[in-house]
């Protein structure tokens, strides 16, 4: 495996601050720190977060996961003037993340107002070994005289969420002369943060403290030569609990312990100790690409990077955001996004990833169960937003209009019940590749009947048949429709689905089965017209269309609603997302290519992508379809949505969804991966830029690697293993290496083609 590559950003700039602080972000699944600069800039957003720590701040509010007390921020004197990169001169500049170790890294050289030059380099981690382990290092050098150096840092409670406090202080203290601890209690008092630093300067600094205005200060000053060095090292572990009981003293003790030990080992120790453990895990999940376009390898590595940084794989009562732990965008709430776009890539390389990211689910079913009873229904109704517990974190009302002074409901929450069925369509995948019994007996089974059980009651009978009214398909701009196919034909799976297993584990309840085989034998499902198109939903083809180039080239933006109500877009053909191609996609093996290329045809000619989870699907879609340029171009579009070049595309955090869409592109689209009827197919169709593809891959216990290129397949397995490739039942014993187009004899290794029923 080569060394996995570094992203940069190539120049200070006051309007792309908080974009590079999302995407430079440094975490470990635990801890997330945006890469925000030491110094203060005006409309720099701070942040640090903890998975699984969610507050209300106030009446009206919604739970929202608590932007924590910063601990990066240094006030840098230099003979008595305040740091910043607005004044004075920058004559040189690096800055990137080592996505191989997780390291974030700033040099810079810079004149200040009176010509004095300086020398500052920052390196700062949050480690992958000890979860609550925040490090970081600040050099200052003078290069051409003397100079007095102060600096101020510690820990600053005064940052918030957007102006909403979340935290008390509950405790400050300092130990010696370098150690500092603040412990904080949510304001509903149940849960507690206990934020522990060291802060140590080199040489003979004089220090002292001051605790004032929600801020526990440690004050340096030291007088440098010209050439000398004034190092920095503040280390800081983070640690909360939602044990009302606990003794504050005591467990904050407990934080000080680890702490100590860790200042004992120093920086560049624990660095590679972290890094050590990023290299065993990019070992066993990087995807490698030879391509003629090197941003290619950059955005895979990048999506890893953060599906890893985003993930609480230590804890599975907490789920992923939808922005990560990059940002505070959509309040640190949990989608769908999380079952479709992002559990595939733990599930086909860390499985036990992916069982904690169900259990989530099945942890949270009271609160599911009590909305479905609620709204009238049996079962569970998952939330459209969900945070720590399983209530709905939807806000009740969007912006308001300033004009009429009215608030408009969020419609997601009261119709857009796709959600469950995806849910279980997950449950079903983690047990196609795992074969997981005890998953599948207990949690899966039940997460499997009460999301049956909900679409059961939410049917209506129209005419002799099963009908689903008033919902929202994965297209957001059209609302509250009947019989939307993507809905119709997920129902019909979840339920279909959750019969076979409750017959599979011996399920008592007849009157379950019963109503189920019921519920399968009249939905309606909507079915391909003879022109080979799928209808979205009842109404959706009688509906005008535009013209929507406009629209397209500012793709994720909306403007659409800058000359059109959200009434008038429910009135035409026009999607925010994939709907019926997304369907396509999650259920490939109930089309034929023929329909899903039709389809695609035209349900994309009236999209606007304005969503983030849009082009990576179609570009799926369109690979599988034999198109692969096609999808390389949705591809390589789906990743420039925060790497791209607008300043501000992932200012609140980077689209969680999207770093998963890049994995599921080349893995599921260029190397044509699927899983159909519960057997492993791949379909290979690499880009025309695209040279060799390199992957590896988890099922059914065996440890896979693959590798395609356009002349050759070449795969590896732990254990034998039968997979389908390009249509043809092939067991793979040991390694081997297969030649296009016939795919038959091996031209190494030993290889079985089988003949089953196609």
Known sequence: MSKPVTLSESGFCPHSLNKYASLLATGNGYLGCRASHEEAYTHQTRGMYLAGLYHRSGKGEINERVNLPDVIGVDIFLN??????????????????????????????????????????????????????????????PLDSDALIALSTGIDATITNHGRQHLDETQLRVFGQHLLQGIYTTQDGRSHVAVS??????????????????????????????????????????????????????????????????????????????????????????????????????????????????????????????????????KGHVFWDTEVFLLPFHLLTYPDVARNLLRYRWHNLAGAREKARINGWQGALFPWESARSGDEETPEFAAINIRTGLRQKVASAQAEHHLVADIAWAVVAYWQVTGDEQFMSHEGLTLLLETARFWLSRTTEVKGRLEIHDVIGPDEYTEHVNNNAFTNYMAYYNVEQALHFARRYGCTDDAFIHRAEHFLQFLWRPEVLADGILPQDDTFLSKPAIDLSAYKTTAGKQTILLDYSRAEVNELQILKQADVVMLTYMLPELFTAEVCLNNLHFYEARTIHD????????????????????????????????????????????????????????????????????????????????????????????????SLSKSHVTISSSRPVTLWLNAKPIVIDGEYKLAFPDMILPVFGTATTERGKE
């Open 611 to 706: 969503s983030s989870l849009s082009k990576a699907i179609h570009g799926i879609v369109a690979a599988r379809c034999g198109n692969p340029e096609q999808g390389y171009q949705f591809w390589h579009e789906g990743a420039q949505i925060d790497l791209g070049d607008d300043p501000h595309s992932c200012d609140d955090g980077i689209h969680a969804a999207a770093t998963g869409a890049i994995w599921l592109g080349a893995i599921q689209g260029f190397a044509g991966l699927s899983v159909r009827n519960g057997a492993l197919h791949l379909d290979p169709a690499l880009p025309e830029g695209w040279k060799k593809l390199t992957f590896p891959l988890y099922w059914q216990g065996s440890e896979m690697m693959i």
């Open 197 to 330: 630093t060291h802060c140590r300067v080199n040489g003979d600094a004089q220090s002292c403290f001051t605790a004032k205005e929600r801020r526990l200060m440690q004050h340096t000053s030291s007088l440098m030569k010209a050439g000398e060095c004034l190092t920095l090292e503040k280390l800081t572990w983070v640690d909360w609990t939602t044990e009302c009981d606990v003794s504050l003293e005591s467990w904050g003790q407990k934080g000080i312990l680890h702490l100590n030990a860790c200042v004992g080992l120093g920086y560049d120790a624990l660095l590679a100790q972290s890094a050590a453990n990023w290299q065993r895990w990019w070992q066993h999940c990087r995807v490698e690409v030879n391509s003629v376009n090197a941003d290619d390898q950059r955005a895979l590595d990048f999506a890893l990077y953060h599906l890893r940084i985003m993930t609480p794989a230590h804890d599975e009562r907490c789920s992923i955001g939808a922005k990560g732990m990059t940002g505070e965008g959509y």
């Open 80 to 141: 008595g003037e305040l740091f910043s990169l607005l004044s004075g001169t920058l004559e040189s500049w690096q800055r990137q993340i080592d996505f191989a170790t997780g390291e974030l890294t700033r040099s810079l050289i810079w004149r200040a107002p009176d010509g004095a030059r300086f020398a500052i380099e920052s390196r700062r981690f949050v480690s992958a070994e000890q979860l609550p382990l925040l490090a970081m290092t600040l050099s200052i050098t």
